[in-house]
């Protein structure tokens, strides 16, 4: 029987490129892979047909060959099938097919070592705490390896031994016409070895559900939705693979005087009209405890003082924030006969223009762009 031309095989004219002919290739292949039509004696033919004309026409010198005496009494006149060109779409068909290795191609063993899953722990804390860091401890339910059997599933005296169907490959190799292709073993699951006497604590799982106390550092400064990862502290790996990691999430409460913005800490504090007035020394809550701020003679309302240092340490260890007294004139809400008496006194000798106050050039402008 005579052969096609290898150009008409794979739909491509005399005159196309490398990677017009590598194109075509790989549609016809996937196309007309055995894989894909079981049973269909055509479409392995042509599987068969589209290999030999791509491993002649992606060789400079054989496509030459061919371009010049064309097949020889049925032959190309060269090597028409070339094995070693179906490794560069070995990533073709194990797409495809979950082939791990195609006509040969290295049989490389899939380790069955899988890392532990990462843990996420929400951790909630006092606003003192999140400003000053504490040790503390948490417990975490979490998948541990197992200490009867030290994570290997294999019971007392006993080991896990090579899989009798892959022979402890971890895969099965399987040959079909001129290609073979290679599977994870169902056996093991790609382990390549089985435990004929699982442990009796873990099942032959090598981990065992356990909740586990942790001390954990909280560095000074952590602030709401922040996070810490602690490395190794996840559930335990299978097949001695890696522990995963924890994560730590922070969630601050409120606190009752101080409001925090990064680093700095904000607090209103009422003031006396006497004490606005004629100025006066008081006391004010710090994160650090009590202190005195001087209150000048003639402070209006809404006055803000700033307190440098008195802030939140930052987590990265850089400097401290500061914190801002904000000092409201009270207005007594009832009076006695003597203060409204005293009052009256004052308003009569006092001149209080209810005229607008102007506003600042620069609060103009912030109100106009927001």
Same mark, same amino acid.
């Given at each position: 029987?005579?052969?096609?031309?290898?150009?008409?095989?794979?739909?491509?004219?005399? +005159?196309?490129?490398?990677?017009?002919?590598?194109?075509?290739?790989?549609?016809?292949?996937?196309?007309?892979?055995?894989?894909?039509?079981?049973?269909?004696?055509?479409?392995?033919?042509?599987?068969?047909?589209?290999?030999?004309?791509?491993? *002649?026409?992606?060789?400079?010198?054989?496509?030459?060959?061919?371009?010049?005496?064309?097949?020889?009494?049925?032959?190309?006149?060269?090597?028409?099938?070339?094995?070693?060109?179906?490794?560069?779409?070995?990533?073709?068909?194990?797409?495809?097919?979950?082939?791990?290795?195609?006509?040969?191609?290295?049989?490389?063993?899939?380790?069955?070592?899988?890392?532990?899953?990462?843990?996420?722990?929400?951790?909630?804390?006092?606003?003192?705490?999140?400003?000053?860091?504490?040790?503390?401890?948490?417990?975490?339910?979490?998948?541990?390896?197992?200490?009867?059997?030290?994570?290997?599933?294999?019971?007392?005296? +006993?080991?896990?031994?090579?899989?009798?169907?892959?022979?402890?490959?971890?895969?099965?190799?399987?040959?079909?016409?001129?290609?073979?292709?290679?599977?994870?073993?169902?056996?093991?699951?790609?382990?390549?070895?089985?435990?004929?006497?699982?442990?009796?604590?873990?099942?032959?799982?090598?981990? *065992?559900?356990?909740?586990?106390?942790?001390?954990?550092?909280?560095?000074?400064?952590?602030?709401?939705?922040?996070?810490?990862?602690?490395?190794?502290?996840?559930?335990?790996?299978?097949?001695?693979?890696?522990?995963?990691?924890?994560?730590?999430?922070?969630?601050?409460?409120?606190?009752?005087?101080?409001?925090?913005?990064?680093?700095?800490?904000?607090?209103?504090?009422?003031?006396?009209?006497?004490?606005?007035?004629?100025?006066?020394?008081?006391?004010?809550?710090?994160?650090?405890?009590?202190?005195?701020?001087?209150?000048?003679?003639?402070?209006?309302?809404?006055?803000?003082?700033?307190?440098?240092?008195?802030?939140?340490?930052?987590?990265?260890?850089?400097?401290?924030?500061?914190?801002?007294?904000?000092?409201?004139?009270?207005?007594?809400?009832?009076?006695?006969?003597?203060?409204?008496?005293?009052?009256?006194?004052?308003?009569?000798?006092?001149?209080?223009?209810?005229?607008?106050?102007?506003?600042?050039?620069?609060?103009?402008?912030?109100?106009?762009?927001?």
């Amino acid at each position: 029987m005579s052969k096609r031309d290898y150009y008409e095989i794979l739909a491509v004219p005399r +005159s196309a490129s490398e990677q017009e002919i590598k194109t075509a290739y790989r549609k016809l292949a996937v196309k007309c892979h055995p894989d894909k039509n079981p049973g269909n004696k055509e479409a392995e033919e042509r599987f068969k047909e589209a290999a030999e004309a791509y491993s *002649v026409l992606s060789d400079p010198q054989k496509r030459a060959h061919f371009d010049r005496f064309g097949h020889v009494n049925g032959s190309s006149g060269v090597s028409g099938f070339d094995p070693s060109i179906f490794s560069e779409f070995g990533d073709i068909f194990g797409d495809l097919f979950g082939f791990g290795d195609i006509l040969g191609g290295g049989g490389r063993r899939r380790s069955p070592a899988q890392r532990g899953s990462d843990l996420r722990y929400n951790l909630e804390l006092s606003f003192m705490d999140a400003a000053f860091g504490l040790k503390t401890k948490i417990k975490i339910p979490r998948l541990d390896a197992c200490q009867s059997c030290s994570g290997t599933g294999a019971g007392p005296g +006993s080991a896990s031994t090579a899989c009798p169907t892959c022979h402890g490959q971890g895969q099965i190799r399987y040959q079909q016409g001129f290609f073979s292709i290679s599977r994870t073993c169902h056996h093991c699951q790609g382990a390549g070895t089985i435990i004929r006497n699982p442990c009796k604590e873990c099942r032959g799982e090598g981990r *065992v559900h356990r909740e586990r106390t942790l001390e954990i550092k909280i560095p000074p400064g952590v602030d709401n939705g922040q996070r810490m990862r602690i490395s190794g502290e996840g559930e335990a790996g299978t097949h001695g693979g890696p522990s995963g990691d924890l994560d730590i999430v922070f969630f601050v409460k409120e606190h009752e005087i101080f409001e925090r913005k990064q680093t700095d800490v904000f607090c209103t504090v009422p003031i006396s009209f006497p004490q606005a007035a004629l100025g006066a020394e008081i006391t004010i809550p710090t994160l650090q405890g009590e202190e005195k701020l001087k209150i000048p003679e003639g402070t209006q309302s809404g006055k803000v003082f700033r307190l440098q240092g008195k802030g939140i340490a930052s987590p990265t260890g850089k400097g401290r924030g500061d914190q801002y007294v904000q000092v409201n004139v009270a207005t007594p809400a009832k009076l006695t006969r003597e203060q409204r008496k005293l009052i009256e006194q004052f308003a009569e000798i006092s001149e209080v223009s209810n005229k607008p106050l102007e506003r600042k050039i620069l609060d103009k402008v912030k109100d106009i762009f927001g």
